[in-house]
């Protein structure tokens, strides 16, 4: 399975950017994608989530200004992230759950918000 995540950028504060992960290879048993992100000094943290049930969850910081969905016949995750603080500022990883494998991750993609 690889994931290639791509979008992250600068911007500034009130603005917006939208994350895609594109996943190939093995994709069947998919049962969970997500977006974590990590920022200097701090431990990696879910973002948001989306089941194969299209049930989403979302940190309480970002409930109201980010959006996950998925798009099967493409295999590809989004994040639409509005309202950008700079504390959104980190590292993005994407990731998929399969039943009865491995979570598997993608590069990473930097998004930098100024004030």
């Known amino acids: 399975v690889q994931l290639q995540a791509s979008g992250g950028g600068e911007v500034q504060a009130g603005g917006s950017l939208r994350l895609s992960c594109a996943v190939s290879?093995?994709?069947?048993?998919?049962?969970?994608m997500g977006w974590y992100r990590q920022a200097p000094g701090k431990q990696r943290e879910l973002v948001a989530g989306?089941?194969?049930?299209?049930?989403?969850d979302y940190a309480d910081s970002v409930k109201g200004r980010f959006t996950i969905s998925r798009e099967i016949a493409k295999n590809t995750v989004y994040l639409q992230m509005n309202d950008l603080r700079p504390e959104d500022t980190a590292t993005y990883y994407c990731?998929?759950?399969?039943?009865?494998?491995?979570?598997?991750w993608g590069q990473g993609t930097q998004v930098t918000v100024s004030s």
């Open positions: 990731s998929v759950e399969r039943i009865g494998y491995r979570t598997y």
């Open positions: 290879g093995s994709t069947f048993r998919i049962n969970y």
């Open positions: 989306i089941s194969s049930g299209d049930i989403t």
